[in-house]
């Protein structure tokens, strides 16, 4: 994978200054103090309304938890109504010196769907254990697109409108599905040294009552979906399925918090063996990397910064099913790829980059925004469609609302556009 990667990095070359020959430069114009080092004094929602109504400021204990609690209310063919609610829950564990997070959405749909996700990501007393995880439940109605960014065949007719990642609109060129998803990744890691954890894991994706609302087989009435002819060719059922597998994991994060980082670099390294042992169809490997890092434009005002996001999932041709392989908006946070609807670009391998650009509106200020661009490429063998032979580009800014100044928690509006595609996220904490 890495020789996939040296030997296609001119075509991936805007990218990859974005992601990686941008901080060297930022960091170099520290010394400009781009913004004046006044210093500021950060002020979140709850300061604004106690203020508004001349109440003096309330000073909640250091290692205490903070909450917030998003609707999520909405619209589309593929779900009907949606209603439900979204939380994330910010604490301290006792003896650690880092924030731990947690995430979950509970939503119901008017067509009798269901969407359950909880995501962990914790560290232990003086910092000793780092554990993360991604657990989802879900009754659903998704587009898929065939693999590879060049697809579908002939592109997008319309313009796609999403919500949050589900579509809503049609196209004649897309192929609806319905299936039950389950996922349990969990992951254990030990502290090696200061920012360096090394641990194992387990990973379980499975697929169930899957329905290809396009397919047909009838004589003189054949139309087989890019699901289907994924297969039927590698030899994979088409109602049912599942990855089952066992991970080890090297991470290096010094970010001096995960929920909104002022500095610091996560970066993660990943290895996935999926043996017939488990259960599964074939003896498979996926390997995934990942990059995170943050670099203030003020010494005053960190919360004034860039930061850049890089992933790459590798897992060869054929060796999972349609479903299992890498998609944009699948990782934990389902975040990547704004612009575009979860699954738009899915293949054997995907190389995914974003930078944004991130301020205040004013220093110490309750409201900020963000700029942000972000690249997608994924192959298909079947094609002959190699990595960074076609790259999708997003792009668009956000709103972001201080609602506890403890634990940085923003509360997160973005407008994200994409080729032919808008969508529209209002979530709890950063993209990345």
């Given at each position: 994978?890495?020789?996939?990667?040296?030997?296609?990095a001119?075509?991936?070359?805007p990218i990859?200054?974005l992601i990686?020959?941008?901080p060297?430069?930022?960091?170099?114009?520290?010394?400009?103090?781009i913004?004046s080092?006044?210093?500021?004094?950060?002020r979140?929602?709850?300061?604004?309304?106690?203020?508004a109504?001349?109440?003096p400021?309330?000073?909640?204990?250091e290692?205490?938890?903070s909450?917030?609690?998003v609707p999520?209310i909405g619209?589309n063919?593929?779900t009907g109504?949606?209603f439900?609610?979204?939380g994330?829950y910010?604490?301290?564990m006792?003896?650690?010196?880092?924030?731990?997070?947690i995430?979950?959405?509970?939503?119901?749909t008017?067509?009798s769907q269901?969407?359950?996700?909880?995501?962990n990501?914790?560290?232990?007393?003086s910092?000793?254990i780092?554990?993360t995880g991604d657990?989802?439940?879900l009754?659903?109605s998704q587009?898929?697109?065939?693999?590879?960014?060049?697809?579908?065949?002939?592109?997008?007719?319309d313009?796609?409108y999403?919500?949050a990642?589900?579509?809503?609109?049609d196209?004649s060129?897309?192929q609806?599905?319905k299936?039950n998803?389950t996922?349990f990744?969990q992951?254990?890691?030990?502290?090696?040294?200061?920012?360096f954890?090394?641990?194992?894991g387990?990973?379980?994706?499975?697929y169930a009552k899957?329905v290809?609302?396009?397919?047909?087989?009838?004589?003189?009435d054949t139309?087989?979906t890019?699901?289907?002819?994924?297969?039927?060719?590698?030899?994979?059922?088409?109602?049912k399925?599942?990855?089952?597998?066992i991970?080890?994991?090297?991470?290096?994060d010094?970010r001096?918090?995960?929920?909104?980082?002022?500095?610091?670099?996560?970066?993660?390294?990943?290895?996935r063996?999926g043996?017939?042992?488990?259960?599964?169809?074939?003896?498979v490997n996926?390997?995934q990397l990942?990059?995170?890092s943050?670099?203030?434009?003020?010494?005053?005002?960190p919360?004034h910064?860039?930061?850049?996001?890089?992933?790459?999932?590798f897992?060869?041709a054929?060796?999972?099913p349609?479903?299992?392989?890498?998609?944009?908006?699948?990782d934990?946070?389902?975040?990547?790829?704004r612009?575009?609807t979860?699954?738009?670009?899915?293949?054997?391998n995907?190389?995914y980059?974003?930078?944004?650009?991130r301020?205040p509106?004013?220093c110490?200020?309750v409201?900020?925004?963000?700029l942000?661009l972000?690249?997608?490429?994924?192959?298909n063998?079947a094609l002959d469609?190699?990595?960074?032979?076609?790259?999708?580009?997003?792009?668009g800014?956000?709103l972001r609302?201080m609602?506890?100044k403890?634990?940085r928690?923003n509360?997160?509006v973005?407008f994200?556009?994409?080729?032919?595609?808008?969508g529209f996220?209002?979530?709890a904490s950063?993209?990345?």
């Open positions: 994978m890495l020789n996939i990667l040296l030997r296609n001119g075509r991936f070359f990859l200054i990686f020959a941008i060297v430069f930022v960091s170099a114009q520290d010394s400009l103090k913004i080092d006044t210093g500021c004094v950060q979140d929602l709850p300061d604004v309304i106690r203020a109504l001349h109440k400021p309330k000073n909640k204990p290692s205490g938890g909450l917030l609690l999520v619209s063919p593929a109504f949606i439900g609610v979204s994330q910010a604490l301290k006792p003896g650690s010196t880092l924030y731990s997070l995430i979950a959405t509970a939503q119901v008017s067509k269901l969407i359950f996700m909880v995501r990501n914790i560290y232990t007393r910092n000793k780092f554990l657990w989802r439940y009754v659903y587009t898929t697109y065939g693999l590879g960014t060049t697809s579908p065949e002939g592109g997008i007719l313009y796609q999403n919500l990642g589900t579509e809503t609109t196209d060129l897309c609806p599905m299936f998803f996922r990744h992951s254990i890691a030990f502290k090696i040294k200061p920012g954890y090394g641990g194992l387990y990973a379980y994706d499975g899957i290809d609302e396009k397919l047909r087989l009838e004589p003189g139309f087989q890019s699901h289907y002819a994924y297969s039927k060719y590698y030899g994979f059922p088409v109602d399925y599942f990855s089952s597998a991970n080890a994991n090297l991470v290096y010094s001096d918090n995960m929920i909104r980082p002022y500095k610091g670099i996560y970066a993660m390294a990943s290895w063996g043996y017939r042992f488990l259960g599964n169809e074939k003896n996926y390997f990942e990059w995170r943050y670099h203030p434009l003020s010494k005053a005002n919360s910064q860039v930061a850049f996001w890089a992933m790459g999932n897992s060869g054929g060796k999972y349609y479903l299992v392989l890498p998609a944009t908006g699948y934990q946070r389902g975040r990547s790829g612009g575009y979860q699954g738009r670009f899915r293949g054997p995907l190389v980059g974003e930078a944004e650009y301020f509106f004013k110490g200020g409201l900020g925004g963000v942000f972000n690249a997608t490429t994924t192959d063998p469609l190699k990595l960074f032979e076609s790259i999708k580009a997003g792009y800014a956000g609302i609602v506890d403890r634990s928690t509360l997160a973005d994200g556009f994409g080729q032919k595609s808008f996220y209002l979530a950063e993209a990345f």
